[in-house]
């Protein structure tokens, strides 16, 4: 079996955040959807930064370490300072809303709009040519 692409990540995103497909009813149901939704669209965030580097540097893409891959992006073979600043902001944002604490509330579906919204916008920026 493949991987999931990023692409797909974030349309099994949409569709919980929808409440629709396979999952989408018994996600919101049983009040797990937030948390799910979230550890996709971080999903969809990690498989883009590693299709970038397989395309512009794939020694960097068998880096087991995301956090350098991340760290990397704003280096010379990176797409720029913007980039790596957002892709690590959407980042540490999605990995505190995928982790459950008693103390906290879910996300919303207004805030993971808005995460899915920015990783669609970063996929699309990682997929474009290096300078």
Not at 19 to 38: D, E, H, I, Q, Y
Not at 43 to 64: H, M, N, Q, S
Request: proline share 6%; net charge positive; aromatic share 6%.
């Amino acid at each position: 079996m493949t991987a999931p692409t990023p692409r797909r990540c974030l349309a099994a995103a949409d569709q919980l955040l929808r409440g629709a497909g396979p999952l989408g009813t018994s996600a919101v149901t049983a009040g797990w959807w937030p948390r799910a939704c979230a550890c996709l669209i971080r999903i969809a965030l990690e498989r883009g930064i590693d299709d970038y580097w397989r395309r512009v540097r794939p020694a960097v893409a068998k880096c087991r370490q995301g956090r350098a891959k991340q760290l990397m992006l704003r280096g010379r073979l990176g797409p720029g300072a913007e980039v790596a600043r957002r892709v690590t902001f959407a980042w540490t944002t999605l990995s505190a809303a995928a982790h459950h604490h008693c103390y906290e509330l879910a996300p919303t579906a207004a805030e993971l709009r808005r995460l899915h919204a920015e990783v669609s916008t970063l996929l699309t920026r990682l997929g474009e040519e290096p300078r």
